[in-house]
């Protein structure tokens, strides 16, 4: 039965409205809580105050600070940006906004926020003045990022943070002396600095000199357990130097302090392709991307992995990211024209076809040129002076020399796209050869300089562009050959055009080979000579292209993991019939490469010596 008139209990009195004294003294203790980094407690002390001082700057800009120290930048840049509307003219806020806004990568927001910053102070304090030079550096403003710390320095000549950015400046400007000056005057300040060792090993590294470089990281890391740069930059350099399975700990401890290292993933990929665990490379350029979708260095090298394992079709759309990274040439400017990507109906039209990367790439693409012109386009070739006397016998080609005028046409394509272009795979690669030819001038040229030794005639050739990354592994180099000169019955001729440091001495005790390469004065020479020996025997160079153009037998000497192009775990070649691979099995081992090409010459020699031939 229910009661009308029941009494209700009483409610409990409202918390009284602390007053201003009390609010001050919440204020004070959240103060000391941040004081002390107990950022909780600080906040929920910051939030109390707002409840009854919504227009509290202090609250709210320290708030600010707490989603900063958080990692929370946006948070941070709104909570300031909220502390602003209440009072825009407290230095410190537009300080503490330029320093998210730079963690967000927003440089020039930050810049805007540090002038601001500064315009307020009047007379700028030393560490507005270094932080708006490390915002200057990051815009690539070097000359005034150098006034901004050159004058916190004055100002404050112990002031070790802006000599450590001032030395990375110096760095950036490859003043190297001075960077290394203003380094080594931080440690002595503070030798407890981790940064300054760090970026000290950075100047080492970007000066070749790695292992000092390690020793500065390595200090850095003990001085600093918890420094994921340290590490991350520690792997790499164990890259320069071959220590992959050294680089990928590092790469691995960089990672366990900040999972989302974009960076360190995309290297730990790196180490492992160098490693041929290339399923394990491709899952690392994954998780880069999945942390920064535009990453074109990570989606490059997982295209690199699955053209190397055949699966080409997957490969080519990464491929193209090659121009976004700077391994590449810039692409070439191609006046406002659409690229060529093989969809687009060229029959009629003008097509541009433009050489990038290396000689080698142009010989091995310029074999899709037949293809082209079959489709009904009028095609304009682009390519290095160098092979201009080789291929301007193509038919159907309009060859463009660099000193003459671009011509008119429709679309243009670089040639290392036409593969995509025209979907290769590996099953449809079309290995007709001969598709160059030497001059007949240069034939005869050569046929009359040549000597005719009894026994095989071989060309030999040790060493690519000194320019290209990875040509310390790529290249066998002259020492690594000789051994091959052991053979009998056969004649070696140098087809070597840039000799290296100490071949010159090398060739002068050496007389079993007849240099070449200082008559060579083109690709047609070179053509030329190669179609008048027997073999070439080559590491992966655009004279084992040239060889395999011609249709001419050619021993290629690999690396562990090589270039794309050679796959993996075979003797032959899809792109040219006449090619042998001979491929080192141990990472670095050009040993067991020389004996296994060393005792198929002595086969060779032997064969030709009882009236066969040579493949």
Sequence with gaps: MKHKNRPQPAKPAPAARPNVDELQSIFDQALAFHRAGLLAEAEQLYRRVLDHQPGSFDCQHLL????????????????????????????????????ALKKLKRFDEALASYDKAIALKGDPAPLMLNSRGSVLRDLGRLDEALADFDLAITLDPQFVEALNNRGNVFKDMERADAARADYERAIALKPDNADAFNNRGTLHKQLGENEQALLDYEKAIALRPDYPEAFYNHGTTLCDLGRFDDALTQFTRAIALRPGYAEAFYNRGTALMALRRIDD?????????????????????????????????????????????????????????????????????????HAEQGHGDTIMAVRFVRRVVEMGARVILDAPAALAPLLEQMEGVTLHRPEQPVPAFDLYCPLMSLPRALDLTLESVQAETPYLAAPAGH???????????????????WAGNPGFRHDKARSIGLPGILPLLAQSGVHFFGLQKDLRDGDANILRREPRITMLGGQIESFADT?????????????????????????????????????????????????????????????????????????????????????????
């Design 527 to 615: 053509a030329a000579i190669i179609s008048q020996l027997d073999l070439v025997i080559s590491s992966d160079t655009s004279v084992v292209h040239l060889a395999g153009a011609l249709g001419k037998p050619v021993w290629v000497l690999l690396q562990f993991v090589p270039d794309w192009r050679w796959l993996l775990d075979r003797e032959d070649s899809p792109w040219y019939p006449t090619a042998r691979l001979f491929r080192q099995t141990k990472l670095g081992d050009w040993t067991g490469v020389i004996e296994r090409a060393s005792a198929q010459l002595q086969a060779a020699a032997a064969e030709r010596r009882d009236g066969g031939g040579t493949r």
């Design 64 to 99: 600010g600070v707490i989603s900063y120290q958080r990692g929370d930048c946006l948070a941070a840049v709104r909570q300031i940006d909220a502390a602003l509307k209440i009072n825009s003219h407290v230095a410190d806020a537009h300080l503490n906004r330029g320093n």
């Design 281 to 353: 490379a491709l899952a690392e350029f994954a998780q880069a991307l999945a942390l920064k979708p535009d990453y074109p260095e990570a989606a490059w090298n997982r295209g690199l992995c699955n053209l190397l394992v055949g699966r080409w079709r997957e490969g080519w759309p990464d491929y193209e990211r090659r121009w976004e990274t700077d391994q590449t040439p810039p692409h070439w400017h191609a006046c406002g024209r659409p690229q060529w990507t093989g969809r687009e109906d060229i029959r009629g039209k003008t097509l541009l076809l």
């Design 443 to 461: 034939m005869e040229k050569w046929r009359r300089r040549l000597a005719r030794p009894a026994g095989l005639k071989v060309g030999v050739n």
